[in-house]
RNA sequence: CGGGGUGUAGCGCAGUCCGGUUAGCGUAUCUGCUUUGGGAGCAGAGGGUCGCAGGUUCGAAUCCUGCCACCCCGACCA
């Protein structure tokens, strides 16, 4: 492995991608835009995996699987979803291969009667599915979670953060009636928001699209939106109240408690093998990844220092002691006991992956009965009693959950900017990204503009933004909230 | 799909303009010895369809023709 990476400064791209490359999260594979997730990328997802389905389970929702084809017609009954989709699914054609005169061939005698295609997204084949489970209220809610892969043929792929095939959960839920679809809306973009803070430590705004961006066939669509070390925005996890939308396109009715028939209420709600790049790039320096502690494979790793190899039987027996203290503890922790590589090359190789907290124990340790500990975030180092190890430990591993996410919400709060004239926004955009709060007149062909002028997008109407009279920045008509504005991923 | 670029050892590259030893360097790998508190040192070894297919030539990584793949920049997107 070559020493070093590339700082963000000199180029913040090929910094993230050195990362995702020497830290052994993800690689490209022999297909264009498909990625191969490394083992030690995959224990990350496995550790978000289990919190996001924890909580789905938490708030009522069951686990269950639909298939990856799905017929052509089925997906163009929906005439928005449609046109959103359409430029970027992979179909399937035939269902057989044979020995041709090139080596293996396509048997043309082999051509399926309706095309099918790879999902992009599985409302469809989900609505078909609910039409046979919906009759009367009393089937209603409908509260279902897939975790799955999904195929959209991208043109420009990068690793986790747009790549064309990636693994996702899609929540898909049926509802009697308009206000319990909004609040489902509500309630698992709440849940997203709780994850990306507490669990990924990455700070985020919840907020409303605008209708350019919402979900092909969403009658709204909410985002919580991340903001990156490069000053660039992160849409990290999306819920869309689809409205009746779907039950329409799929005709699925339920008779309600007077005897009447009305379409479903429908929401649906994801987040991606994306929320790995958001986690990359929120909190890694140009040493390499830095984890939050409560996503971290490894938690803590044990480099032993030793000469001879009656140091090493010492060091170890310390080391394992540790070991299963930090175990009974709950806390994941690798012993290195590996004699091919040194301490040095240890060190520098932990810190690229990111482990929160690394011990190294050597004969003056013994001595002095202590072990030093050193933190991945601010890198410093303590030396700490044999004793108080655990203790130390268990404090560490809370101050760095913490000390991450603050710091990400500090980088956010100093990046981001409350902007009144166009003039500034077009040169403090490309000076200084970062999230730009600025009235909007609420017309797509604004927003549209703006765009084409500067490449910067409204990332999302926020909720929680105060009421305040003011005139769009570009075509000062009134407008009573600041939106955000900035570049994106 | 438009514009630009690159294909040579696992990875990163030189050599190509101007054809001519046995195709080279860094790194990684393997062996041995010395090492081990921040990516070890020395010595030795193994590893190549020079992207693919034709052609020109006594001779092609190098020149010509065709094809393929990948990367970057645009249009589209979680």
């Known amino acids: 492995m070559s020493k070093g990476i590339t700082s963000r400064k000199e180029n913040y791209s090929q910094w993230y991608n050195e990362i995702v490359s020497k830290a052994d999260l993800a690689e490209n594979s022999g297909v264009r835009g498909m990625m191969v997730i490394k083992p030690y990328g995959y224990a990350i997802w496995e550790k978000i995996q289990a919190q996001l389905d924890k909580m789905f389970k938490?708030?009522?929702?069951?686990?269950?699987?639909?298939?990856?084809?799905?017929?052509?017609?089925?997906?163009?009954?929906?005439?928005?979803?449609v046109d959103g989709f359409a430029k970027e699914c992979a179909v399937v054609t035939h269902y057989r291969l044979k020995a041709g005169a090139n080596g293996i061939e396509v048997d043309p005698d082999a051509k399926l009667e309706e095309e099918l295609i790879i999902r992009p997204t599985s409302e469809t084949i989900i609505w078909s599915t609910y039409k046979n489970w919906i009759q009367s209220y009393r089937d209603l809610p409908i509260l279902v979670n897939q975790w799955a892969n999904v195929v959209r043929w991208e043109m420009r792929t990068r690793l986790f953060l747009r790549?064309?095939?990636?693994?996702?959960?899609?929540?898909?839920?049926?509802?009697?009636?308009?206000?319990?679809?909004?609040?489902?809306?509500?309630?698992?973009?709440?849940?997203?928001?709780?994850?990306?803070?507490?669990?990924?430590?990455?700070?985020?705004?919840?907020?409303?699209?605008?209708?350019?961006?919402?979900?092909?066939?969403a009658l709204e669509t909410y985002s919580i939106e991340a903001l990156m070390q490069d000053g660039k925005a992160l849409q990290s996890g999306t819920s869309h109240f689809l409205g009746q939308n779907f039950a329409k396109a799929f005709d699925v009715k339920f008779t309600d408690k007077e005897g009447k028939l009305d379409y479903v209420w429908a929401t649906s709600w994801g987040v991606s093998t994306r929320l790995m790049g958001a986690l990359i790039m929120a909190h890694s320096d140009d040493l390499g990844l830095v984890l939050p502690p409560k996503l971290a494979p490894i938690q803590v790793v044990i480099v032993p220092i030793y000469k001879s190899e009656e140091e090493f039987n010492a060091v170890s027996k310390t080391a394992l002691e540790i070991v299963s203290e930090l175990k009974a503890k709950n806390i994941s922790v690798k012993f290195d006991n590996r004699d091919t590589h040194r301490p040095g090359?240890?060190?520098?190789?932990?810190?690229?992956?990111?482990?929160?907290?690394?011990?190294?124990?050597?004969?003056?340790?013994?001595?002095k009965g202590t072990v030093e500990i050193a933190r991945r975030d601010t890198l410093e180092k303590q030396f700490v009693s044999n004793s108080n190890i655990t203790e130390t430990i268990e404090k560490l591993l809370e101050d760095i959950q913490k000390n991450i996410f603050d710091k990400a919400l500090k980088f956010r709060e100093e990046?981001?900017?409350?902007?009144?004239?166009?003039?500034e926004f077009k040169k403090q955009i490309?000076?200084?990204?970062?999230?730009?709060?600025?009235?909007?007149?609420?017309?797509?062909?604004?927003?549209?503009?703006?765009?084409?002028?500067?490449?910067?997008?409204?990332r999302c109407i926020p909720f929680d933004a105060p009421e305040e009279q003011g005139f769009c920045m570009v075509t000062g008509k009134p407008s009573n909230k600041r939106v955000i504005f900035a570049k994106a991923y």
């Open 415 to 423: 990046s981001t900017y409350k902007i009144d004239s166009y003039e």
């Open 163 to 217: 790549t064309a095939e990636f693994l996702w959960q899609e929540g898909h839920t049926a509802h009697s009636n308009m206000q319990e679809a909004l609040a489902e809306t509500n309630q698992m973009l709440n849940v997203y928001a709780e994850f990306a803070e507490n669990w990924l430590a990455v700070p985020v705004i919840k907020g409303a699209k605008t209708p350019n961006e919402r979900f092909a066939g």
């Open 430 to 458: 490309e000076e200084k990204p970062g999230f730009y709060l600025a009235h909007w007149d609420g017309t797509p062909e604004t927003e549209e503009k703006i765009k084409n002028e500067t490449k910067a997008t409204i």
């Open 58 to 81: 938490e708030t009522g929702h069951e686990n269950a699987y639909f298939p990856l084809l799905i017929p052509k017609s089925y997906f163009s009954k929906e005439a928005s979803h």
């Open 345 to 367: 090359h240890k060190f520098a190789e932990y810190e690229l992956k990111g482990v929160p907290v690394r011990i190294a124990i050597g004969p003056k340790d013994l001595e």
